[in-house]
């Protein structure tokens, strides 16, 4: 499956944005999908996944700012970000794997996932 992200830009503290994660070659619905973040100077770190079977997972930092959802018609996968903060810059990622979302109840990491997609950067200005 081919990833393509999209939708990031320039935002203001405090300010929304959505960006969209569109699948190509093969349907998401057999596919958990998560959104992976990366600044400058730092490592990819996980941020949501939404999972093949429904299970939704966030991040401690974005838990209450941001919502995935998926639209398998559309076989695309959507990051809303609300209430956005300067820490939340950066290069943002969707990736897929076949096989679920999490395991013992911890999000799977970003080596488990095998279809990444180019990147969207996101940049909150303070």
């Known amino acids: 499956v081919q990833l393509q992200a999209s939708g990031g830009g320039l935002v203001q503290t405090g300010g929304s944005l959505n960006i969209s994660c569109a699948a190509s070659?093969?349907?998401?619905?057999?596919?958990?999908i998560g959104w992976f973040r990366q600044a400058p100077g730092k490592e990819r770190e996980f941020v949501a996944v939404?999972?093949?079977?429904?299970?939704?997972i966030y991040a401690d930092a974005v838990k209450g700012r941001f919502t995935i959802s998926r639209d398998n018609a559309k076989n695309t996968v959507y990051l809303q970000m609300s209430n956005l903060k300067p820490e939340d810059t950066a290069a943002y990622y969707c990736?897929?794997?076949?096989?679920?979302?999490?395991?013992?109840?911890?999000?799977?990491?970003?080596?488990?996932?095998?279809?990444w997609g180019q990147g969207t950067l996101v940049t909150v200005s303070s």
């Open positions: 990736a897929a794997r076949q096989g679920a979302a999490h395991q013992g109840g911890t999000y799977m990491p970003a080596r488990y996932y095998n279809n």
């Open positions: 070659g093969r349907t998401l619905s057999r596919y958990s």
């Open positions: 939404f999972g093949w079977s429904g299970t939704k």
